[in-house]
């Protein structure tokens, strides 16, 4: 095989040059500013649903930094409830009894938001076209007319 440009040789090698210079790219150092009671917050927002991993996942790295302590206790009460509990808070399907959870899950639906919005991520929410006009009846002969 030969090494010219096209090539599969080539292209291979090309490929394995990007995983590198990929591998290479180091992932965010959120964690590395967070304490450890924030690193331990963060780590306990991996829920095994994917969902919620998601939503807290990115609210826990926007917002853990500069939160208060009792903010933090909040956030902690928060992550101590069940999975479908929480998933049905989180997605509006239910409102806790709690006005401190309430203000936290609108702090997390206010973060969740912004992400959507960002120019560099696709939102979440499908683009769904409006409906199409429904077209007029068409009679096929004079004499069906009313």
Not at 43 to 53: F, V
Not at 94 to 115: D, K
Not at 122 to 143: C, G, K, T
Request: aromatic share 4%; glycine share 6%; charged share 25%.
């Amino acid at each position: 095989m030969s090494d010219e440009p096209g090539s599969g040789q080539s292209q291979a090698m090309a490929r394995a040059g990007a995983a590198q210079t990929v591998a290479a790219i180091p992932p965010p150092a959120v964690g590395a500013t967070l304490d450890p009671e924030g690193r331990r917050l963060l780590w306990r927002c991996r829920r095994g649903m994917k969902e919620l991993d998601v939503i807290l996942d990115r609210f826990a790295r926007a917002e853990l930094p500069e939160a208060s302590a009792e903010q933090r206790r909040t956030f902690a009460r928060l992550l101590e409830l069940p999975d479908p509990l929480l998933a049905d808070y989180l997605l509006g399907y239910a409102i806790p009894p709690e006005s401190e959870l309430v203000e936290l899950l609108g702090r997390i639906a206010a973060t969740r938001i912004a992400v959507q919005r960002s120019p560099f991520q696709p939102s979440a929410a499908p683009h769904v076209a409006a409906p199409a006009a429904q077209p007029e009846l068409v009679r096929a002969h004079p004499a069906d007319a009313p």
